[in-house]
C-alpha cells in the first residue's frame, strides 16, 4: 500500500487520504478549514451570501435536477424516515401548531378545499394571493353578519354543486355562518339586500361599501 506523511500532523497515512498534489491530508485540511471559519465568521458568510446572491439561477437548476434524478429514491427515504420518526415527527407538528395557529388552521383549510374539490373532479387553482384578495375584498369581516373572528373562505355557489372556488365565486364568512350556509345556495342563505351587495362586490363593482353587515 502505497503511503505519504502529512506535512501538518506528521502522521504516515495511506495515499487516499490526500487531495493529489498535497501535502496535508483530508483531516488536516478539514481542521484548518474549521478554524478559519471560526476565527473568521463574518467575512466567511458575507462571502456565502455574495456567491448565493450572483448563482440563484444556477443554484436552482442544480436544486431542480437533483430532485428529478432522485425521486425515487427521495420518495423512499422520506417514507423510511416518517416509518422511524413516527412520534418525533407528531411532536414537531403538535408544537408547530401551538406557535402557528393561526397559520395552520388556515393551511388545513387549504388542503380540505383542495381535497373536496378533487372529489367532485374539479380543478381549483386558488391561491393565498386568491384568498388575500377575498378577504381585503370583502374588509376581512364576515359577509353575512359582519363578525371579524374566526373567518374563512366560503364557495359562493357551493362545490357540491360542480362551482370551483375562484375569485369570482369566494366570500367571507365566519364558522358560524359557512356551518349555517353549508351546501345552501347564496339565493336561499342570504337576504336580498346582501346577496345583492355580494354580487355586486364579486362582479368588480367597486362603488358598493365594503360594510356588508
Given at each position: 500500500?502505497?503511503?505519504?506523511?502529512c506535512?501538518?500532523?506528521?502522521?504516515?497515512?495511506?495515499i487516499?487520504?490526500?487531495?493529489?498534489?498535497h501535502?496535508?491530508?483530508?483531516?488536516?485540511?478539514l481542521?484548518?478549514?474549521?478554524l478559519?471559519?471560526?476565527?473568521?465568521r463574518?467575512e466567511?458568510n458575507?462571502?456565502?451570501?455574495?456567491?448565493h446572491?450572483?448563482?440563484?439561477?444556477?443554484e436552482?437548476?442544480?436544486?431542480?435536477?437533483?430532485?428529478?434524478?432522485?425521486?425515487?429514491?427521495?420518495?423512499?427515504?422520506?417514507?423510511?424516515?416518517?416509518?422511524?420518526?413516527?412520534?418525533l415527527?407528531?411532536?414537531?407538528?403538535?408544537?408547530?401548531?401551538?406557535l402557528?395557529?393561526e397559520?395552520?388552521?388556515?393551511?388545513?383549510?387549504?388542503?380540505?378545499?383542495?381535497?373536496?374539490?378533487?372529489?367532485?373532479?374539479l380543478?381549483?387553482?386558488y391561491?393565498?394571493?386568491?384568498e388575500?384578495?377575498?378577504?381585503?375584498?370583502f374588509?376581512?369581516?364576515c359577509?353575512?353578519?359582519?363578525?371579524?373572528?374566526?373567518?374563512?373562505?366560503?364557495?359562493?355557489?357551493?362545490?357540491?354543486?360542480?362551482?370551483?372556488?375562484?375569485?369570482?365565486?369566494?366570500?367571507?364568512?365566519?364558522?358560524?355562518?359557512?356551518?349555517s350556509?353549508?351546501?345552501?345556495?347564496?339565493?336561499s342563505?342570504?337576504s336580498?339586500?346582501?346577496?345583492?351587495?355580494?354580487?355586486s362586490l364579486?362582479?368588480?363593482?367597486?362603488?358598493?361599501?365594503?360594510?356588508?353587515?
Amino acid at each position: 500500500m502505497q503511503t505519504k506523511t502529512c506535512s501538518k500532523c506528521g502522521v504516515e497515512k495511506s495515499i487516499d487520504q490526500f487531495r493529489i498534489g498535497h501535502k496535508q491530508c483530508h483531516q488536516c485540511e478539514l481542521d484548518y478549514k474549521k478554524l478559519y471559519r471560526e476565527a473568521n465568521r463574518e467575512e466567511v458568510n458575507q462571502k456565502t451570501r455574495d456567491y448565493h446572491s450572483l448563482n440563484k439561477e444556477r443554484e436552482r437548476e442544480v436544486h431542480n435536477r437533483y430532485m428529478e434524478t432522485h425521486r425515487e429514491e427521495r420518495a423512499r427515504y422520506q417514507k423510511q424516515f416518517r416509518q422511524e420518526n413516527k412520534e418525533l415527527l407528531s411532536e414537531q407538528e403538535r408544537k408547530y401548531r401551538e406557535l402557528h395557529k393561526e397559520q395552520y388552521i388556515a393551511w388545513t383549510r387549504f388542503n380540505a378545499r383542495k381535497r373536496r374539490a378533487r372529489q367532485q373532479q374539479l380543478q381549483e387553482n386558488y391561491t393565498k394571493e386568491d384568498e388575500q384578495y377575498t378577504r381585503t375584498l370583502f374588509n376581512n369581516q364576515c359577509a353575512n353578519c359582519g363578525s371579524t373572528d374566526k373567518l374563512c373562505i366560503d364557495h359562493h355557489y357551493p362545490l357540491s354543486k360542480g362551482n370551483a372556488l375562484t375569485r369570482e365565486n369566494a366570500v367571507v364568512l365566519c364558522r358560524s355562518c359557512n356551518a349555517s350556509k353549508h351546501i345552501k345556495s347564496p339565493e336561499s342563505f342570504y337576504s336580498p339586500e346582501k346577496l345583492l351587495l355580494i354580487e355586486s362586490l364579486l362582479a368588480g363593482d367597486f362603488k358598493v361599501s365594503h360594510g356588508l353587515a
